[in-house]
């Protein structure tokens, strides 16, 4: 089923993953992927990448045939759906760049675990048109790469003092080791977190407060 | 029997479940097989020139390799059938004469299994060359033992006498101790000790320097042509 892409709700549908209902900083999913790989912001927009692959084919797949899965099987088959692509990026990757393949190494296997893209198939994709059901599994994938590239640049500037694996600072840099063990994945995820809420929280805030004026004008 | 009725047309019979699921496995198997099908070609292809790139690493001065197994007490030239055990590369120069031996090495890293290739002239009993063919190491920490050039510089010139050491990091005096990496300490060990174990165990399989298997052409060409895996005639058969 085509849709226009000029369809404002269509845009909507995407631009909702990107902040609004973005899965890691507002629905907190995808943690496993979300702190393993980004350590350095190559290796969490690799990660970002395949998981985009993934969800947007899944959720193609799961719409389009959502009429013909039985509702007492369709975790099951949500699953063997999603683990057949992550099959297929898999040796993907591994063909074609074998280095980073080399990097991610058990994680890519793991996308199938990843609650993300089964949460979109059971919330979303199985209740919507195929071209909502993309839509919506590019605008979440784009918000799971945001959210990984902001944590992968942040701890591999501070942790390696370098991105993309450029040095930034010269040798007189003592990189921050923590910022590329487990630790400095959560320390900076919780950073991020407590600045998406503020932002939100001061939002919301100064929408009431216009929403005040506007009555006590009227 | 109304009620029973109802539940037959909400609930498809388990027949319909599992052919339902059936199906997509099916479906998936084929998309699966043929990825793997189509990809192999390549990631053989990959690990053949990752390992091929490799040996010409660790051993400067060499033009062409062969691959070499001890079998039966004495090291040939690896017939095609052999088992990748007990097998490693024996690199020569331009006219043919032999340098030194690639030796493969694994074990236990920081986090899943090391393997390394080592560069080893048995005429100088000197280690010159380290190749870490595949890690899990720490990205930023423990993956320093192959992307800090001063740690790997180490093995450019290494004496396997009486024993490799890793010492903390600065403070090599000998030429067989190496420096050590700051905040990556286990990884580093761990090439070390996979290094001294692989040099254990073939310490006496390898022939007395200058009998070394002699270089055969097939797999000269084999090698200029870009087929590492190409093993070259059958070693006689005894």
Not at chain 1, 147 to 164: D, H, P
Not at chain 2, 68 to 90: C, H, M, P, W
Not at chain 2, 96 to 102: D, E, M, P, T
Not at chain 2, 116 to 125: S, T
Request: proline share 5%.
């Amino acid at each position: 089923m085509a849709i226009n892409i000029k369809d404002p709700s269509a845009i909507q549908e995407m631009m909702k993953g990107l902040w609004r209902d973005n899965p890691v900083f507002v629905q907190v999913l995808g943690m496993c992927p979300m702190l393993a790989v980004t350590n350095s912001a190559i290796n969490a927009l690799a990660m970002g990448i395949a998981t985009l692959f993934v969800l947007v084919g899944s959720s193609a797949l799961v719409s389009a045939f959502k009429n013909l899965i039985p509702k007492q099987v369709r975790i099951s088959l949500y699953i063997v759906i999603i683990a057949t692509f992550v099959t297929v990026i898999d040796y993907t990757l591994l063909a074609l760049v074998p280095a980073i393949h080399k990097e991610l190494g058990a994680f890519i296997p793991l996308i199938v675990a990843n609650c993300m893209i089964l949460g979109r198939q059971e919330a979303f994709a199985a209740k919507h048109s195929v071209g909502f059901a993309v839509m919506d599994a590019i605008g979440m994938s784009a918000g799971f790469v945001i959210a990984l590239f902001a944590l992968g640049s942040v701890r591999e500037i501070l942790g390696n003092g370098s991105l993309f694996g450029i040095d930034l600072f010269g040798a007189g840099f003592e990189p921050w080791v923590i910022m590329i063990l487990p630790p400095g994945g959560f320390i900076t995820l919780g950073l991020i977190l407590l600045f998406f809420n503020w932002v939100t929280e001061r939002k919301a805030r100064f929408l009431e407060q216009v929403v005040a004026a506007e009555q006590a004008r009227g | 029997m109304t009620t029973e009725q109802q539940s037959l047309e909400q609930e498809p019979s388990s027949t319909k479940l599992a052919l339902s699921l059936a199906f997509a496995g099916l479906i998936s198997g084929i998309i699966i097989i043929s990825i793997f099908e189509a990809t192999l070609p390549t990631i053989t292809a990959n690990k053949a020139r990752e390992l091929r790139e490799a040996v010409f690493k660790v051993l400067p001065n060499v033009t062409s390799m062969q691959k070499l197994q001890f079998d039966n007490g004495k090291l040939r030239v690896r017939s095609e059938k052999g088992a990748d055990e007990d097998t490693i590369y024996g690199g020569y120069g331009s006219q043919g004469q032999f340098v030194g031996y690639a030796v493969e090495g694994a074990g236990p890293g920081f986090q899943d299994t090391i393997r390394v290739l080592y560069g080893y002239l048995p005429e100088q009993r000197k280690i010159v060359g380290m190749e870490i063919l595949e890690s899990r190491e720490t990205p930023g920490l423990g993956d320093k033992i192959f992307k800090d050039m001063a740690f790997v510089a180490n093995f450019a010139d290494l004496s396997v006498d009486p024993k490799i050491k890793a010492v903390k990091k600065g403070t090599k005096s000998a030429p067989y101790e190496i420096d050590s990496i700051t905040g990556a300490t286990i990884s580093a060990k761990a090439v070390v000790r996979i290094i001294n174990e692989a040099r254990a165990h073939w310490e006496d399989r390898l022939p007395a320097p200058g009998n070394e298997p002699k270089l055969e052409l097939v797999s000269k060409k084999a090698a200029d042509e870009g087929k590492g895996d190409t093993s070259p005639t059958p070693a006689p058969g005894n």
